[in-house]
């Protein structure tokens, strides 16, 4: 697995003139697609949702997503991302999604967890932020060159041992998920919050109640015996770093 891994620093080495820096955190991420390929992502994959999604009619709820997300576009500037748009989607499952091109789909359920507007703020400026940082695209890049050294590496190990194919292919998948997947996936997770934070906080929401979501998710989820996939972060984790985050903020 040793030359695996040199594998994907050799591809992160080779791509790492192309960087993007992310906002707030100022943090350095390959990317290997251009805004524009992520705008045409983004506007595919919207098509397909809508095309199988059943929008939600409550007039109180669109409202209120309607009121804050644009008091949190507001605030948003020099992004790449011109055209923002909430959909409310019936969905009773708690759960939300931003595309690259600032398409945001949230469903109903949220509304369980989000007990005023402050909360709402919380989840809407999380996903928005997942676009601003351009986290799909370098989502993408990373899968581009992991696979990339993937598929060297197997043609390499099929000359000297066609026999260690199976075998590399099932080590390889699980080595690049525990080594680059899931930590990213957390980092981002992580970075969003951040984000959406600041966001917030220039939208004039208050920050504490970021704190009160993620308590009502966590309740909410214990009741259903659910618990956080290894690719998320605990909610006592989040709390943690939402708690140091807010703390940082106020002193500056
Ligand atoms: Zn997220």
Known sequence: MKGTA?????????????KHQTPITKRDQMM????ADEMSIGDKEYKRLLSCT???????????????????????KNSHIKKWEFILVEKDS????CLPNGKVFINSGVFKVAKNDDQLATIL??????????HGGARISRNKVVNGAGIGGGLAIAVLNPLLIIPYIGLYQATTEKLVTTPHNRLEEKEADEIGLNLMKKAGYDLKQSIAFWENMKTVNKHKGKTHTKTHLSYDER?????KVITKMQSI
């Not at 290997?32 to 805004?35: A, D, I, P, Q, Y």
């Not at 708690?94 to 999604?97: L, M, T």
């Not at 709390?239 to 708690?243: H, R, S, Y």
């Open 54 to 76: 059943t929008l939600c009619k409550d007039t109180e709820k669109k409202k209120a997503i309607d009121r804050v997300g644009k008091k949190l576009i507001s605030v948003v």
């Open 32 to 35: 290997l697609l251009s805004k």
């Open 94 to 97: 708690i759960n939300a999604a």
């Open 239 to 243: 709390i943690k770093d939402l708690q």
């Open 125 to 134: 400026a999380h996903e928005m932020s997942h676009a601003l940082a351009r």
């Open 6 to 18: 040199y594998c994907i620093i050799l591809g992160m080495i080779i791509t790492g003139c192309s």
